[in-house]
Every structure is written in C-alpha cells, then in structure tokens.
C-alpha cells in the first residue's frame, strides 16, 4: 500500500500512464524529486544594470505548481513515507477526529494517453465508529486545464485489524466537467496509511474514470498532513 516513492508518482510518473505498476511503483529512492534551477541571462538586466537572475525567467506558478510544491513540501517535513514510519496500533488514538489537508490525484484517460490531475484534499478521519468524510476540490491538470466539480470522499472507516499498523479506507465519487463541457465520472477508493502518530497520511486512489461511456481504471495517490484544531 505504501510506497516510498510516491511523491515521484504523483508528480513525474501519473502524468505518463493511467495504470501503475506495483511493482515499479516500490522501486525506486525516497529523495523528493529536484527541479534544476533556471540559469541567469547574462542579457537580461533590471533597472539598475545587474542581471535579474531566474525568477524573472521563469513562468508564473500555476495552480498545478502550488499543489505539486504542497505535496513536496509535506514529503520533505516529514522526510518520506516508509513502512518503518507507519504509526501503530498502540500509538493511535481510539476516539476523537482529526482534519487532515493536502493534495489527491487522479489520472484521467485522454483517447490513447492520460493526464494527471490534482485537487485540494480535505478530510475528516474519525477514530471511534463514526465515519469520516472529505472532499477534493479545484482539480487541475498537467496542461493547466481546469475542472468544474467536487469530488466527495465517504464512508472513511479505521481499520484496527491489523495490529501491527492500522489503516484507512473510504470511497471517492464524483462528476468532473473539462473545458469542453465534457461530464467525467469518477467511481472508486481510497486507502492510506497513518504516520508520526496521526500527523500524516499517505494513500492510494483506485478509480473507474467514465468519459463518453468509456471507462478507464486508473490508479494515483495522496498525501496529506494533520491540521492543528
């Protein structure tokens, strides 16, 4: 379930496959991905005669960048989600909630290829018999195509079975519309494991993806962190 590399899928691999391998999925280093930084043009001076460097060089940050850099900056405080790292039965509270925020993603079929999207995760995980609940919202993709619509998250239940380190469960719905007016319809679950406690949460998303009355399944994941209440 868990994957030490799943900063690389979220932000590198999703967007170049609809499925994931598991296989490949567990390979890999628990780095957080680097992005080279743009060099200064030499031509390109501001007011007072010296070089304005990168920033002026770069693109403005899109909303894809803002959640892409959320979810690296949640992997690199904590450092990496790792087995060792999974919080234990006995270190989990049995009552009480706790709020979580952070990024989810969803693959999306686009005829013969697929494209990732990313939307702002809030949740709600309850440690006694009440289910918890979320939502994902203000979804964009890797080309910066935004998407109208919320997906709910319902029905998240603790799984205490496992002693050794417990889990959680839920399901994912919802209808997207893309720029083209175009209805997605998403059907699936999400799974995700504890870390530090109840500080973090890292998971996976297994979806059905209907466009057109094609349906793809695909597979992405989240990460998200405790909010202070």
């Known amino acids: 379930m868990v994957r030490a590399a799943y900063l690389l899928l979220l932000t590198l691999v999703l967007a170049s496959c609809a499925t994931s391998d598991p296989a490949q999925d567990d390979a890999g280093?628990?780095?957080p991905p680097t992005f080279p930084d743009t060099p200064p043009?030499?031509?390109?001076?501001?007011?007072?005669?010296?070089?304005?460097?990168?920033?002026?060089?770069?693109?403005?940050?899109t909303l894809f960048d803002?959640?892409?850099?959320?979810?690296?900056?949640?992997y690199t405080d904590y450092g990496g989600f790792n087995d060792p790292f999974r919080t234990r039965l006995a270190?989990?509270?049995t009552t009480g909630t706790s709020t979580y925020d952070g990024v989810l993603g969803v693959v999306l079929p686009q005829g013969d290829a697929s494209v990732l999207t990313l939307g702002d995760l809030n949740l709600t995980v309850s440690f006694g018999d009440t289910p918890g609940a979320g939502s994902v919202e203000q979804?964009?993709?890797?080309?910066?195509?935004?998407y109208v619509g919320t997906l709910a998250i319902d029905g998240i239940m603790v799984n205490t079975t496992d002693t050794s380190a417990p889990s959680l469960a839920g399901d994912i719905s919802g209808t997207l519309i893309d720029a083209d007016t175009a209805e997605i319809l998403i059907e699936g679950t999400i799974t995700?494991?504890?870390?530090?406690?109840?500080?973090?949460?890292?998971?996976?998303?297994?979806t059905d993806v209907t466009v057109d009355g094609q349906t793809s399944?695909?597979?992405?994941e989240f990460v998200a962190t405790s909010v202070p209440q």
């Open 41 to 61: 043009d030499p031509e390109d001076t501001d007011p007072d005669g010296g070089p304005t460097g990168a920033d002026d060089n770069s693109p403005d940050p």
């Open 139 to 146: 979804m964009i993709d890797d080309t910066n195509q935004t």
């Open 91 to 93: 270190n989990l509270p």
């Open 217 to 220: 399944a695909t597979e992405s």
């Open 29 to 31: 280093d628990d780095d």
């Open 66 to 74: 803002d959640y892409s850099d959320e979810a690296t900056l949640i």
């Open 192 to 206: 995700g494991d504890f870390f530090i406690g109840t500080d973090y949460l890292s998971g996976d998303v297994v």
